[in-house]
Antibody
Framework: QVQLVQSGAEVKKPGASVKVSCKAS????????INWVRQATGQGLEWMGW????????GYAQKFQGRVTMTRNTSISTAYMELSSLRSEDTAVYYC???????????????WGQGTMVTVSS | VIWMTQSPSLLSASTGDRVTISCRMS??????LAWYQQKPGKAPELLIY???TLQSGVPSRFSGSGSGTDFTLTISCLQSEDFATYYC?????????FGPGTKVDIK
C-alpha cells in the first residue's frame, strides 16, 4: 500500500543538527512532492517546506530559511529533512507528507509518515 | 502569509450529534482548502480537499462547504471514532498554513 515510513526518534543537544528520513513505497516516488510539517507537543501543525523528488527543487518557509535542507535519494525512494543549529524550541514531532494536488501556492497532503520525535535538550 | 481562525477551539458533543466547525481566512483563497483529522499520538489524516471533495475512504457523514474566506466542516452524526482534533489548511498561497485546530471531545 501507499505509505511513508520515517526514521526513529532522535535526541540532540542544542546547536547540533538532525537528519530525518522518509521512505516512500507503493507509488512512484518522483511523481509527488514531499512536504515536511512539524508539531510541538500540544500545539498545532507548522509547515516547514517542500521538495520535488524528480527535480530536487525545494521551497522553505521563511522561518526555517538557512537552517533547513531537504534532499532525496531517488534510488531508494527516500526523502530527507535536515535541521541545523537546533534549539529547545525545535523539540517536536516531524512529519513528512505527500502533496498530491499541486496548488497555486502549496498543496494538500494525502499520505503522512508516522512522525519522528526530535528532542533538543542539553 | 494567510492566517486562519477556527471556531470553536473546543467543542463538547455527544455521539449522534451534528457538529459544525468553522474556518475563516485572512484573505480569499477560492476553494483551496483542506480539512484533516488528528487523533492523539497519530499523524493527521486528510478528510476533505478543494473545500468540499471527500477524500477516498472517508465516511460520508463528513462534509465540507464554503469558498473565499469562510469554510465549514460538518459531521452529520458524530461517532465515537470522530472524537479528535480537526485542522483546516489553505494551499492557495505560499506558504501553506494550518488553522489552530478544533478539539472535539465527549460531553
Amino acid at each position: 500500500q501507499v505509505q511513508l515510513v520515517q526514521s526513529g526518534a532522535e535526541v540532540k543537544k542544542p546547536g547540533a543538527s538532525v537528519k530525518v528520513s522518509c521512505k516512500a513505497s507503493g507509488y512512484t516516488f518522483t511523481s509527488y512532492d514531499i512536504n515536511w510539517v512539524r508539531q510541538a507537543t500540544g500545539q498545532g501543525l507548522e509547515w516547514m517546506g517542500w521538495m520535488n523528488p524528480n527535480s530536487g527543487n525545494t521551497g522553505y518557509a521563511q522561518k526555517f530559511q538557512g537552517r533547513v535542507t531537504m534532499t532525496r535519494n531517488t534510488s531508494i525512494s527516500t526523502a530527507y529533512m535536515e535541521l541545523s543549529s537546533l534549539r529547545s524550541e525545535d523539540t517536536a514531532v516531524y512529519y513528512c507528507a505527500r502533496g498530491f494536488l499541486g496548488g497555486l501556492g502549496g498543496d494538500a497532503f494525502d499520505i503522512w509518515g508516522q512522525g519522528t520525535m526530535v528532542t533538543v535538550s542539553s | 502569509v494567510i492566517w486562519m481562525t477556527q471556531s470553536p477551539s473546543l467543542l463538547s458533543a455527544s455521539t449522534g450529534d451534528r457538529v459544525t466547525i468553522s474556518c475563516r481566512m485572512s484573505q480569499g483563497i477560492s476553494s483551496y482548502l483542506a480539512w484533516y483529522q488528528q487523533k492523539p499520538g497519530k499523524a493527521p489524516e486528510l478528510l476533505i480537499y478543494a473545500a468540499s471533495t471527500l477524500q477516498s475512504g472517508v465516511p460520508s457523514r463528513f462534509s465540507g462547504s464554503g469558498s473565499g474566506t469562510d469554510f465549514t466542516l460538518t459531521i452529520s452524526c458524530l461517532q465515537s471514532e470522530d472524537f479528535a482534533t480537526y485542522y483546516c489548511q489553505q494551499y492557495y498561497s505560499f506558504p501553506p498554513t494550518f488553522g489552530p485546530g478544533t478539539k472535539v471531545d465527549i460531553k
